[in-house]
């Protein structure tokens, strides 16, 4: 059974940081594209950045790049969101996902197979 499991989300002051982690079991990830999204209230979920596993190849969102940093730790099976410079407008449910295919649009969101169940990131001003 496939699990991805985030984690690290909490309450910063502007310009504080975080770090988020997705830990993904049940399967083989090595040949997968991880992709990180956000969803605020009232809005629909947002492509936040995405690491081609096998390659390490990062594709970020023009909203989020040069503060966000996205990693992986193979021996952990982990991927890891680290958050700088957080605003205000970066507080949302974060989650990870992950899918097979590492060609498609990263920011395509019914193209990911699994989901992770979210981690609360509120940003005060």
């Known amino acids: 059974q496939v699990q991805l499991v985030e984690s690290g989300g909490g309450l910063v002051q502007t310009g504080g940081s975080l770090r988020l982690s997705c830990a993904a079991s049940?399967?083989?990830?090595?040949?997968?594209?991880m992709g990180w999204f956000r969803q605020a209230p009232g809005k629909e979920r947002e492509f936040v950045g995405r690491i081609n596993w096998s390659s390490g190849s990062i594709v970020y969102s023009p909203s989020v790049k040069g503060r966000f940093t996205i990693s992986r730790d193979n021996a952990k099976n982990t991927v890891y969101l680290q958050m700088d410079s957080l605003k205000p407008e970066d507080t949302a449910v974060y989650y990870c996902?992950?899918?097979?295919?590492?060609?498609?649009?990263?920011?395509?969101?019914?193209?990911?197979?699994?989901w992770g169940q979210g981690t609360q990131v509120t940003v005060s001003s």
């Open positions: 996902a992950a899918r097979r295919d590492v060609y498609s649009n990263p920011w395509a969101v019914a193209t990911y197979d699994y």
């Open positions: 049940g399967r083989t990830f090595s040949d997968d594209a």
